[in-house]
């Protein structure tokens, strides 16, 4: 079953920017994920309750994650794409605090995956 709704996937240009959404509320730890074909599922982007946020090398000072409490929606903007940034997007949650490295196995809820796909 998807557990987690997520919106805002679409193709963009390299140098482009996307917004991905995430219904979600109630949970104290947050997570973008994502997955590119043949590739092993990457940790993006995390978020506790109390607004701490920890990034992959990869996408630091490009993506921001953010929270909408008052609406129950996490963000994940993405600034400065590259088609190294193309992949299947996932949204992961779980009402345990977040560990000291973002691991999937941590996160007993999911989305269903959104596609990302930057053109050079």
């Known amino acids: 079953q998807v557990q987690l709704v997520e919106s805002g996937g679409g193709s963009v240009q390299a140098g482009g920017s996307l917004r991905l959404s995430c219904a979600a509320s109630?949970?104290?730890?947050m997570a973008w994920f994502r997955q590119a074909p043949g590739k092993a599922r990457e940790g993006v982007a995390r978020?506790?309750?109390?607004?701490?946020?920890s990034y992959a090398d990869s996408v630091k000072g490009r993506f921001t994650i953010s929270k909408d409490n008052a609406k129950n929606i996490l963000y994940l903007q993405m600034n400065s794409l590259t088609p190294e940034d193309t992949a299947m997007y996932y949204c992961?949650?779980?009402?345990?605090?977040?560990?000291?490295?973002?691991?999937?196995?941590?996160?007993?809820?999911w989305g269903q995956g959104t596609q990302v796909t930057v053109s050079s």
């Open positions: 992961a949650a779980d009402q345990r605090s977040c560990q000291k490295t973002n691991v999937a196995q941590q996160y007993n809820y």
């Open positions: 978020i506790d309750s109390d607004g701490w946020t």
């Open positions: 109630g949970y104290t730890c």
